[in-house]
């Protein structure tokens, strides 16, 4: 009886392994095909790749690396991910410890306004107008202010916070401290789990955005790496702002395509957030698990 419940173990154990091996394979295989695809030559990868690049090279990079729109599109990118995650992580973070206080007036009705908006949302149409009439159009604060306040963040930092022993607040009120103090010595450092995983969430939003940059900025130099790269998607022709007769590198050996442009310009938009997980990988699951305990 043992045998037969270990070898039915064992089967499952296997199956499990198998299973879970082909899905990891399914999910970063495209990413290691555009990996591949951009360090290899342009016209031989051009008819196909499995497993391994052809022809070696890294002019797709090089060329890229001269455009000097990139640079720009790149900082604005950086620079609205960093203010807007810091933003984000701040007011939602202090919105949602003051939403657990009884004293606040009216609270059960703030708190559940904003999670209405978990449910209801009013569109393009009146999102692009409100964002007109607050003149965030052609500001760099569009790619900020919206974001200031999420639902999703708030109930998750809520139930985390609620969580916390109330002994802790109350003992240092007795020592006299108010609740600024309260909220910056003793709920910010405890709460530091939900709040890498919010950063995270926040971060990788930001980062991807691209429809406020692409419906209300027409500046060049608001423009972000995003709005860049979905415009060289669906342009399927070469790269703007580069003379054709740079499609050649040094030697004359490799030619670029529209396809090994559009490659190599995700894979620079994409490498830039993969390296935000490794740092908060520690309080990613634990935040997240804590965080959505109760409702």
């Not at 990139?70 to 992580?89: A, D, E, K, M, P």
Request: charged fraction near 10%.
């Amino acid at each position: 009886m043992n045998k037969h419940t270990n070898l039915w173990e064992v089967l499952f154990r296997g199956c499990n392994l198998v299973f879970f091996l082909i899905i990891a394979i399914a999910c970063t295989y495209p990413f290691y095909y555009i990996l591949i695809y951009t360090i290899s030559d342009p016209v031989k990868a051009a008819g196909g790749l499995l497993l391994l690049p052809k022809g070696i090279n890294f002019v797709n990079y090089e060329k890229l690396l001269q455009m000097k729109t990139l640079y720009s599109t790149l900082y604005i990118s950086v620079l609205r991910t960093v203010i807007g995650t810091f933003i984000t992580v701040a007011c939602c973070t202090f919105f949602s410890y003051i939403v657990t206080k009884q004293e606040l007036y009216l609270r059960k009705f703030i708190y559940r306004f904003v999670v209405i908006t978990l449910y209801f949302n009013a569109g393009l149409i009146p999102w692009y107008l409100t964002m007109r009439f607050l003149h965030l159009d052609n500001n760099f604060l569009l790619y900020i202010l919206p974001s200031a306040i999420s639902g999703f963040y708030i109930v998750l930092i809520k139930t985390y916070i609620e969580q916390l022993p109330a002994a802790l607040e109350e003992s240092a009120m007795i020592d006299g401290a108010g609740y600024w103090t309260i909220f910056q010595k003793i709920i910010v450092p405890l709460s530091m789990p939900i709040i890498a995983t919010i950063a995270v969430f926040a971060a990788v939003g930001q980062w991807n955005a691209w429809q406020d940059n692409y419906f209300l900025v027409s500046k060049q130099s608001l423009q972000t790496l995003q709005v860049m790269l979905y415009n060289y998607l669906n342009s399927a022709t070469a790269v703007s702002n580069i003379n054709p007769s740079d499609f050649l590198d040094k030697n004359a050996s490799h030619r670029l395509t529209p396809e090994s442009i559009k490659m190599t310009m995700t894979m620079i938009v994409t490498l830039p957030i993969l390296f935000v997980y490794p740092f908060m990988q520690r309080f990613f699951v634990k935040g997240i698990m804590l965080g959505a305990v109760k409702g």
